[in-house]
């Protein structure tokens, strides 16, 4: 079992509509939980982080965990083209930060 | 907020050759950094985490003797690419972070192309 899980898609939506994004992770011990965007060649860039239960906004980013059920997401509202890239889910088991394979996000104009 | 630089950006070697890829943290003390590789289309991989003034510990199926990593000082953290191949043609990024201070966040170099000929 892979420590961090997320759907590879890609996930399309049209532009305005909300995206949302899975991710799963298997240690029960993590503490803190991260939403990365990364554009293709380019090194990750920090989105949200989030580290207790409950959603956390932050403009048109909303990021909810979910510790009982090992479970974070992140949703993106009024979709735009701009967003279109991978969302990487990171977690940190201990003091290192692992990644999930990545959810490639498309939105249509 | 919090910087971290690496260099180069590119690079080109010969291979048989050794590749040095610099990670220094400019705004803060970067007790623990990470070495990631990235192929296309696939997730960040670590590599292996250093802590200052100690070894480096490398993840499993990472060879040590090839991808040397220094963590001299508060920093600076550089990883070596001994005797390039082909094979060892990637996207590296280096994190820092400080797991001293509370709710403490990573943050990520712009990466290094390394292409091998």
């Known amino acids: 079992q892979k420590e961090v899980e997320q759907n590879s898609g890609p996930l399309s939506v049209p532009e305005g509509a909300i995206a949302s994004l899975n991710c799963t992770y298997s240690?029960?011990?993590?503490?803190?939980f991260f939403w990365y965007r990364q554009y293709s060649g380019k090194s990750p860039e920090l989105i949200m982080s989030?580290?207790?239960?409950g959603d956390k906004e932050d403009g048109r980013f909303t990021a909810q965990l979910n510790k009982a059920s090992q479970y974070v997401s992140l949703l993106i509202r009024d979709s735009q083209p701009s967003d279109s890239a991978t969302y990487l889910c990171?977690?940190?088991?201990?003091?290192?930060?692992?990644f999930g394979a990545g959810t490639i996000l498309r939105v249509k104009s | 907020g919090a910087v971290v630089s690496q260099h180069p950006s590119r690079v080109i070697c010969k291979s048989g050759t050794s590749v040095k890829i610099e990670c220094r943290s400019l705004?803060?003390?970067?007790?623990?950094m990470f070495w990631y590789r990235q192929f296309p289309k696939q997730s960040l991989m670590l590599m292996a985490t250093s802590n200052e003034g100690s070894k480096a510990t490398y993840e499993q199926g990472v060879e040590k003797d090839k991808f040397l990593i220094n963590h001299a000082s508060l920093t600076l953290s550089t990883l070596t690419v001994t005797s390039a191949h082909p094979e060892d043609s990637s996207f590296y990024i280096c994190s820092a972070t400080n797991p001293d201070k509370t709710n403490y966040g990573y943050t990520f170099g712009s990466g290094t192309r390394l292409t091998v000929v």
């Open positions: 989030i580290y207790s239960n």
């Open positions: 240690d029960r011990g993590s503490q803190s």
């Open positions: 705004d803060f003390q970067a007790t623990t």
């Open positions: 990171a977690v940190t088991p201990d003091t290192k930060l692992v």
